[in-house]
């Protein structure tokens, strides 16, 4: 990134002023498996290609990475210690017109994107159904290695991450278990938690998604 983009993204954000989408994306790893990126009252936006092959929508804040490099992390946008966000439903005046009133976004109906089957109540097909996930960390404030999950996984001494587990982040409700096969120990996470409490922090060996969202 430009010191005089850089300069410019800084001022707008102290003053809170709107500039509207900034089609000029800094540089970066993240450019090698990301696509439609652009920057909008300081915060980056692209779709970036995750593990698995799925696009996600994320976004981070320029300012905080200051001079180390922008990377895709399994979807996410991330720099240094740094870790963005997904926004995978809502995302503000995309340049283009994604997203943004008229194009499912917010003020037509609810975050979503445009197009059949998505932009009514709720954001989702059928009218209110997303794809619920949980991502896992093995370290507190969503760092280290992770793992997204979308559907149950009754076992995780299948996979690195039983007995392991930290912080997550959520979409929908989620029961997390201290046994496999949902025994021991469970409870239902319903938001992002940073660091899990004694009884379930790197105790986790079962989890699945609980009821529509």
Do not use: K
């Not at 496999?180 to 239902?188: E, N």
């Amino acid at each position: 990134m430009s010191i005089l983009l850089g300069a410019a993204l800084a001022a707008a954000m102290a003053s809170g002023q709107d500039y509207g989408p900034q089609r000029v994306a800094p540089r970066g790893g993240y450019a090698q498996s990301c696509s439609e990126a652009f920057v909008n009252r300081g915060r980056l936006y692209a779709d970036c290609r995750d593990m698995r092959g799925r696009m996600r929508g994320t976004s981070i804040e320029v300012a905080r990475c200051g001079d180390e490099e922008i990377n895709n992390d399994n979807g996410l946008l991330v720099c240094g210690r740094f870790r963005g966000d997904y926004e995978d439903s809502d995302r503000p005046g995309r340049p283009g017109g994604g997203w943004g009133p008229g194009n499912g976004g917010p003020g037509n109906g609810g975050p979503g994107w445009g197009g059949p089957g998505w932009g009514g109540p709720g954001g989702g097909p059928g009218g209110g159904w997303r794809q619920p996930s949980i991502t896992v960390y093995d370290q507190p404030n969503f760092r280290g290695s992770s793992r997204e999950f979308t559907s149950e996984d009754r076992n995780l001494g299948r996979t690195p991450f039983n007995d392991r587990v930290v912080s997550v982040r959520v979409e929908g409700r989620w029961e997390v278990c201290t046994d496999a096969q949902f025994r021991g120990r469970c409870r239902v996470i319903d938001g992002d938690v940073r660091r899990l409490d004694g009884a379930f922090s790197r105790s986790i060996s079962s989890l699945r998604p609980v009821g529509r969202y």
